[in-house]
């Protein structure tokens, strides 16, 4: 008689088996995605599968009651205390008694699907560089004198086939309590890293470990710190949290910074310690905000410009203020996070910081690569992650050319009148009406005087702050496009002055978007200084892109990403009537939200994908914008509005 057919779905992967084999030993032996966290003990309910019975013409089978074996009593004894969902087996107890097909669904996969929301975005593999492992040690016996360590190590090759284990001090001080503790059953934290040859043990708690395991994605900005806590067995993200980068008291920019490092002994480490306990804060912070123990949290990944990175990583930015501007190291790095100074999370936690492309396009441009994919584009793309300085990508599957460009704090509101952070109370959208020049707008967390878009009539408006960076945007150029601002980026015309919102102030003139008197609240008004702010940075901008494609020799790009926490709030119609982007087709713009997160992301839950960016970096070519001479006569003509000699043909359609 042949052997029962065994047909697992999703995957299709099929093969014969003996009557008693278990299903989780079926699977392993095909190759299919079936998790294990005990081992095959029945109690961490990992390998959950949902077999179906009936006829499957698609398969050539007919699925008999009786295809599984009955509830043994270790399945019982789970579904009694834990419970199991209607039809789900336990895949490790349940074995083969006939032809069967078997459904692994979604959170029995070990390398699950992280399904992110907007079409244009990647999902993310679940294949983690830590994971978690039950275990049973041998115990201790007086005519075996082997240490508690080594018999785990005995139990991870065999019961796991884990080989070349490796733990530290902290880890060694509480294992023999802990596997007493958990009469020698123990669940561990291993991690192993892309180039790693051994696998190092973390954490261990005694039996199963069910309060789960988590890592932190962070991209350290030259202004803010973003960072998501993610879950290390899912992908789901628990918490999102930010804060201010403390380092801006030492200067806004990066330049800035840097000087101050040079101007000031000691001054570099006075930054790194300053945004070391940012970072012990926002961890804590985080954790708090997830409900779980910062212990828990066992990896970072860092992105962060090469700045950032420097300061961070304890080391002098000097040299990255003056040509070459060359890198202590664009390496990626596997550290401890003890000896980064990262104390709020586990004591043994591990921290990824991605590869920097160049001295001036840092591992925040790597991990847009890696989230956008730029070089696996079919049509020329061009991705502008902005912020405080901009990272520009170009490429498609041929090439990928890369640069970073000093935009300034502008666009993220900063040195502008009004200016805030996008925070309730600021302006965050904005409309001018070309006949009586007056705005309607939408401010963060201020709906109850709004229409149903979220807009208001200025004179309604109330609880106005400031205007965030994506309303400066708008707020330019809807003042073009109603003809209160001209080309040059002057504001107000000779008739215009003395109209109900155009005031003179000294020798320029200024635009009121609300006067504050009715409410009590601030004037907010754009000024002519915060034009030339916008155009500087504009300008940086568009110069950086323009460079890109002089080098690939292009004239116009397919489509454009709008990148950065920023660029997902600016409508790409305002971001092309100022002129930041190249013309394309306003359809072609899209907004990848906070891409560099999102690499940071992928590197925490994907262990290949850290190799792949590594690979990605070395193709990518960079073009250094502060010696190309070219630069500055892009800067020049990108001053005007658009701009002083591309045309823009896709504004007039
Ligand atoms: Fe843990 Fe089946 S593998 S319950």
Redesign the pocket.
């Given at each position: 008689m042949t052997d029962p057919l065994v047909i697992f779905t999703p995957s299709g992967k099929r093969g014969r088996f003996p009557v008693g084999t278990p299903v989780?030993t079926a699977a392993r032996q095909l190759g299919v995605d079936l998790?294990?966290?005990?081992?095959?003990?029945?109690?961490?309910?990992?390998?959950?599968v949902q077999p179906s019975y009936g006829d499957f013409p698609k398969h050539g089978v007919h699925v008999a009651e009786g295809a599984l074996s009955e509830f043994n009593a270790v399945e019982e004894r789970?579904d009694r205390v834990r419970g199991l969902k209607t039809g789900r087996r336990?895949?490790?107890?349940a074995t083969v008694q006939g032809d069967i097909v078997i459904d692994v669904p979604p959170e029995s996969q070990v390398h699950k699907q992280v399904i992110r929301k907007a079409a244009t975005q990647r999902d993310i593999i679940m294949d983690p560089a830590t994971r978690l492992y039950?275990v049973e040690v041998t115990e201790p016996d007086m005519h075996d004198p082997t240490g508690d360590f080594e018999r785990l190590k005995a139990a991870l090759k065999d019961q796991w086939q884990i080989e070349g284990v490796t733990a530290s001090l902290p880890f060694l001080s509480k294992l023999q309590t802990t596997l007493r503790k958990g009469q020698w059953k123990v669940t561990v934290a291993a991690h192993k890293g892309h180039r790693d040859t051994h696998t190092q043990l973390l954490e261990i708690w005694p039996g199963l470990h069910e309060d789960g395991l988590y890592g932190l994605a962070i991209d350290l900005g030259s202004t803010t710190i973003a960072a998501h806590l993610c879950d290390l067995v899912t992908g789901e993200v628990k918490a999102s949290s930010g804060r201010m980068n403390p380092q801006i008291r030492f200067g806004e920019d990066l330049m800035s910074r840097v000087s101050y490092a040079m101007m000031n002994a000691g001054g570099d480490q006075e930054m790194t310690r300053a945004v070391r306990e940012a970072l012990n804060d926002l961890t804590q912070g985080i954790a708090e905000e997830a409900g779980i123990s910062p212990a828990l949290i066992v990896e970072a990944t860092f992105v962060c410009n090469p700045v950032m990175h420097h300061l961070l990583l304890g080391l002098d930015p000097v040299e990255l203020g003056q040509a070459p501007f060359a890198l202590a190291t664009s390496e990626s790095l596997s550290l401890n996070a003890r000896e980064m100074g990262l104390e709020a999370m586990n004591p043994n936690a591990r921290v990824f910081v991605l590869p920097c492309i160049a001295g001036h396009v840092g591992a925040d441009a790597a991990a847009v690569a890696l989230s956008e994919e730029p070089g696996k584009s079919e049509d020329l793309v061009l991705i502008v992650d902005v912020g405080t300085n901009a990272e520009i990508l170009l490429g498609d599957k041929t090439r990928v050319l890369a640069c970073s460009s000093p935009t300034g704090p502008a666009f993220e509101g900063a040195q502008i009148s009004s200016g805030q952070r996008a925070a309730p109370g600021a302006i965050e959208k904005l409309e001018i009406n070309p006949d009586t020049k007056e705005p309607r707008f939408r401010v963060i967390g201020c709906d109850l005087w709004s229409d149903e878009d979220g807009f208001a009539e200025a004179t309604a408006a109330s609880g106005i702050t400031g205007i965030a960076g994506s309303g400066i945007i708008e707020a330019l150029a809807e003042m073009r496009s109603a003809g209160i601002m001209d080309p040059s980026g002057l504001i107000g015309s000779a008739e215009q002055v003395g109209t109900p919102r155009i005031e003179a102030e000294g020798r320029t003139n200024t635009y009121i978007i609300h006067d504050g008197t009715a409410d009590g609240g601030p004037r907010i008004t754009v000024t002519q200084n915060d034009v030339r702010a916008i155009q500087l940075a504009k300008s940086a901008l568009y110069a950086g892109a323009r460079l890109l494609m002089d080098e690939r020799g292009v004239e116009t790009v397919d489509r454009v990403v709008l990148a950065g926490a920023f660029g997902a709030h600016i409508s790409p119609k305002h971001a092309m009537i100022l002129g930041m982007i190249p013309d394309v087709p306003l359809e072609k713009v899209t907004s990848a939200g906070n891409a560099a997160g999102t690499g940071a992301r992928i590197a925490l839950c994907n262990v290949t994908a850290r190799a792949e960016i590594e690979a990605t970096v070395r193709k990518i070519t960079k073009v250094e914008t502060a010696i190309e001479p070219k630069f500055q006569e892009h800067f020049v003509n990108a001053n005007a509005i658009p701009h002083k000699t591309d045309p823009f043909p896709h504004l007039s359609t």
């Open positions: 989780l998790d294990s966290v005990c081992g095959g003990r029945g109690i961490c309910s990992k390998c959950q789970y336990l895949g490790c107890q039950f």
